[in-house]
């Protein structure tokens, strides 16, 4: 490509963050189909597997109704796994969220899992 070529091509894609991601390592990342999902502090990061960009974060109440705000963990996700086309994270604060991987990361129900040792 020659450099006036080179110049007058746009990449389609930008790429602007204001804060670094930090993945937690300690949580092994899930591969479907179609996506990858990175655990990230309280959030999971969805990227497309056909172009490596990421396509939504799954951390809101407000995908599961309009009234409810804030994050569903307010731990960090020690945990993740995939079941039947659900995605299910464990915050260190013992809550267990439910996600449809299918109909794009809407939050199906969460539950309060005691943490406690016996």
């Known amino acids: 490509m020659t450099e006036e070529k080179a110049s007058k091509h746009i990449n389609p894609y930008i790429v602007s963050k204001r ?3 930090q993945f937690n390592l300690k949580v092994r990342s899930l591969v479907d189909d ?20 990421q396509v939504q974060t799954l951390r809101s109440k407000r995908q599961q109704n309009g009234q409810s705000k804030g994050d569903v963990h307010r731990g ?3 945990s993740m796994a995939l079941v039947d086309g659900k995605l299910l994270t464990l915050c260190s604060r013992g809550i267990l969220a439910e996600w449809s ?4 990361g809407v939050l199906i129900d969460t539950y309060e899992v005691s943490l406690s040792q016996a």
């Open 76 to 78: 960090n996700i020690v």
């Open 19 to 21: 804060t670094p991601t």
């Open 101 to 104: 991987t299918n109909q794009g």
């Open 34 to 53: 179609n996506y990858v999902f990175i655990a990230s502090g309280n959030l999971v990061n969805v990227y497309s597997l056909a172009t490596g960009i």
